[in-house]
């Protein structure tokens, strides 16, 4: 990824004179700013011994007993060119702005033996304002495509957060909505010229948007989500309340190892959650999440109804330079239907039959500091400890069906910073 941005403001000079110094000052009133972007993604799976019997087995793939590597490779490259105006109404309030900005994109990608080109152009808008008194914050945000394969789509946002009483705490509340065209992985077959990578002439032919083996693509509609939400903080309670509530129509999903299709009919999704932090001595403290998960209607989204997360830690300031905590963390989900996942088109794909069903994932760790140096350790999924056939890390969890996380695992950080 690379991103270079330079911008030129207009504004108003001024100084503050102190006893012996005088400060320069600028406020800027008007910024012309400029941003140019490139990121490339690419998405590969490759075997390079394949046996065609496992493949037919496994993934229920048919490959020829004489193919030697088995590669299907996505690359798209995304040049966006960024001019925004932003105007500060305030000298001294830079947290207060409004921003107008439009942008041309320019995606490229090579799929298969072709290539596809799309240019977009959108426009967009932002506004905040932190009041100087910190009680109000707002947030205001909008983007529509106006041309381009994504024309129509667009992303709409808006938040408040008050301060509840000075020291006591903070309410926030928002809406989010956003329209979308479904993933290039599951974008419909199309007819247009196409140029080979290698030749130099444009040819008419029928391509799906990806090199993976996906079918029953379709024209699917655009995708649209809603999000409202709340968070309320008592940092004196050492505690976080929020919720949201999702509105899913169109939905894109994987409903097969290599097929998709679209779940058009609305559905909604609830998600509530806490954190609390329990001071029980000194240095032992006990950190406590919890979320709960419902979804309406028959639709191809499978959650666990609850997860939970638990730490208990001893930690606290010692020797003066050593900052300290150590202690357990457990985290467990209610039993669901989790997505099966395809490893040939690297995607999770929904699916009814089977239950998974873990035991919690305890794990240990210390973490500390000592000034500029910084380590931690941990050993995990302890969980997995088993004595059926002598001692082993071998009773599993599944993140998927037939897909074992890992047995005990070990981990070791340092970041040692040096200062001149």
């Known amino acids: 990824m690379l991103l270079m941005r330079h911008s030129y403001d207009f504004g108003q000079k001024d100084s503050l004179v102190t ?13 012309l700013q400029h941003t140019i972007g490139f990121t490339q993604d690419s998405y590969e799976y490759h075997d390079f011994l394949p046996v065609d019997s496992d493949y037919y087995k496994y993934m229920h793939y048919a490959i020829a007993t004489n193919v030697d590597t088995v590669k299907f490779n996505d ?3 995304n040049l966006t060119n960024d001019f925004a105006i932003i105007s500060f109404p305030q000298k001294n309030n830079l947290n207060q702005f409004l ?3 439009a942008g041309l994109e320019l995606i490229k990608g090579n799929v298969s033996q072709f290539t596809k080109e799309y240019n977009n152009v959108y426009t967009a808008a932002e506004y905040r304002n932190r009041t100087r008194n910190q009680l109000y914050d707002i ?8 041309t381009g394969h994504y024309a129509g789509d667009y992303s709409a946002y808006i938040s408040l957060q008050r301060s509840l009483r000075k020291n006591v705490g903070s309410l926030k509340l928002g809406f989010q909505n956003v329209t979308q065209t479904p993933s290039f992985v599951t974008t419909e077959f199309v007819s247009d010229s196409i140029r080979p990578v290698a030749g130099t002439d444009s040819v008419k032919v029928n391509q799906a948007l990806t090199s993976f083996p996906v079918t029953g693509i379709n024209n699917y509609n655009k995708e649209n989500i809603t999000k409202i939400f709340a968070v309320l903080n008592i940092p004196p309670a050492n505690l976080q309340l929020g919720g949201e509530y999702y509105l899913i129509s169109n939905y894109t999903y994987f409903n097969g190892l290599y097929s998709t299709a679209q779940y058009s009919t609305l559905f909604n999704v609830l998600h509530l959650y806490a954190q609390k932090q329990f001071h029980v001595t ?4 006990w950190y406590l999440d919890g979320h709960f998960q419902e979804i309406t209607g028959n639709s191809p989204v499978h959650l666990p ?3 939970a997360r638990s730490r208990f830690a001893f930690e606290g300031n010692f020797f003066k330079n050593l900052f300290l905590s150590t202690g357990l963390e457990v985290r467990y989900n209610t039993p669901y239907k989790a997505d099966d996942y395809s490893p040939l088109t690297g995607q999770f794909v929904s699916q009814t039959s089977t239950t998974i069903s873990n035991l919690p994932d305890v794990s240990a760790y210390l973490n500390f500091r000592i000034k500029g140096f910084k380590g931690f ?3 995990e999924n302890l969980n997995t400890i088993s004595f059926k056939n002598g001692f082993s890390f071998s009773n599993y969890n599944y993140s998927a069906p037939d897909y074992p996380t890992r047995g005990f695992w070990f981990r070791l950080g340092i970041w040692w ?3 001149n």
């Open 282 to 285: 000194r240095h032992w403290n």
């Open 99 to 101: 921003k107008l900005n």
């Open 305 to 307: 109804l609850v997860l």
């Open 75 to 77: 690359t798209w490259r």
């Open 417 to 419: 910073s040096f200062v």
């Open 377 to 379: 350790v941990r050993v």
């Open 139 to 146: 947030e205001a945000s909008g983007k529509l495509y106006v």
């Open 19 to 31: 006893d012996s110094v005088t400060y320069k000052l600028f406020y800027p009133r008007i910024r």
